[in-house]
């Protein structure tokens, strides 16, 4: 057995993190799900920037979007989009229904432009959810203070929501909130709870990176902050999803909001490159790689259940950090408006490469003949 599947047979879901369509026809992606063990995958504004600038891929079904009156970029950019995560959702179903709505999902982001704008990202959320009518895709939303007040409502009204962009463990406390609440709100109205699903998207290795320029350069503590970290997140996730008020929930058929690690490609060379992999495997667990970690995983990963070990080696290290004047805080709320200000960027490159490619010769000259 590979250490791929080794690593899901302790517990942890594998999804890819990127997506694209030279990787799903050229069937290398149904390839990873057959025979790496890969069980989901997720997209972003930055995934599908490199995607469809990088590939005349999409130019086919651009003609055919164009020669159909279809001329605004963003709507271009969903109907490329959304058939990505169709495919990739139809690949996947089988592990889907196999885990009875575990796993198996592809999420589809709101566009990085409603990330302060509750109202606005309820009402794409909405749309796109409907558009797509799977049940294993999930739409994310981040965990900006906006982003909160929209995942309650989006739960509420059944939508599987993936949330993403998040940092700390004060937002990861109002976002399993938020969950709960849109839970209640359903079993209130009499609304089955039975599958919906839900993912908490941290991000990891950002953490490092932002802590360990602020670290003098022999300190223990770097390389250290995002593991700990994470393993603080995780004791919340077993702390709240324990509790009575969850036990209820559950009697009720719902499914708890699972932690899944994000940006778990390791930045620093001077750190083992499959670190934020080894160091975040617990049982329920999901983490989204980027291939050249899962490939440096089936290479020479090493698998120990490690996040529930110590949790207390966890408090000591944010401990320590503190101490040494770390302002973990101050380092995800600025953690929280860079990733925001990133996907706008690779949003504008997104619309501006959809639009240049609306005047090529083969998109705009093949659509020109489809018009006459």
Request: charged share 25%; glycine share 8%.
């Amino acid at each position: 057995m590979n250490r791929l599947a080794r690593l899901h047979d302790a517990g942890v879901s594998i999804w890819l993190d990127t997506l694209s369509r030279p990787l799903l026809e050229s069937g290398e992606f149904e390839r990873l799900v057959r025979e790496d063990a890969v069980t989901g995958a997720t997209s972003n504004p930055t995934i599908f920037a490199k995607a469809i600038t990088g590939s005349d891929r999409y130019d086919e079904q651009l003609q055919a979007a164009l020669s159909r009156g279809v001329r605004d970029p963003q709507e271009l950019f969903f109907e490329l989009g959304l058939e990505d995560i169709a495919r990739a959702a139809r690949l996947l179903r089988p592990i889907y229904d196999a885990t009875e709505g575990k796993d198996g999902f592809v999420s589809f982001e709101c566009t990085p432009d409603l990330a302060e704008d509750t109202e606005g990202t309820i009402a794409q959320a909405l749309e796109l959810w409907g558009r797509l009518a799977l049940p294993n895709v999930m739409i994310k939303v981040p965990a900006t203070a906006a982003g909160v007040p929209a995942i309650e409502e989006l739960t509420a009204r059944g939508v599987n929501i993936n949330v993403t962009l998040l940092f700390s463990g004060e937002r990861y406390e109002e976002v399993i909130e938020a969950y709960l609440a849109g839970l209640e709100r359903r079993a209130t109205g009499g609304e089955t709870l039975g599958g919906i699903a839900s993912v908490a998207s941290f991000f990891v290795s950002r953490v490092d990176a932002k802590a360990d320029a602020l670290l003098a350069a022999d300190s223990p503590l770097r390389g250290k902050i995002a593991v700990a970290n994470a393993h603080r997140a995780y004791g919340r996730y077993l702390a709240r999803f324990s509790r009575e008020r969850w036990e209820a929930l559950r009697r009720r058929g719902a499914a708890a909001q699972r932690p899944l690690w994000a940006s778990t490609g390791t930045k620093d060379p001077h750190y083992p490159d499959v670190l934020y992999v080894e160091e975040l495997i617990a049982p329920g667990v999901i983490n989204t790689m980027p291939e050249q970690t899962l490939r440096a995983f089936a290479d020479h990963g090493n698998i120990a259940r490690a996040l529930d070990t110590d949790l207390a080696a966890a408090e000591r290290t944010l401990a320590a950090a503190a101490e040494a004047g770390l302002d973990l805080r101050a380092i995800t709320a600025e953690l929280e408006r860079d990733g925001i200000s990133a996907f706008c960027d690779s949003y504008r490159q997104l619309l501006d490469c959809i639009e240049s490619k609306l005047t090529g010769p083969s998109v705009a000259g093949a659509a020109g003949q489809g018009d006459r």
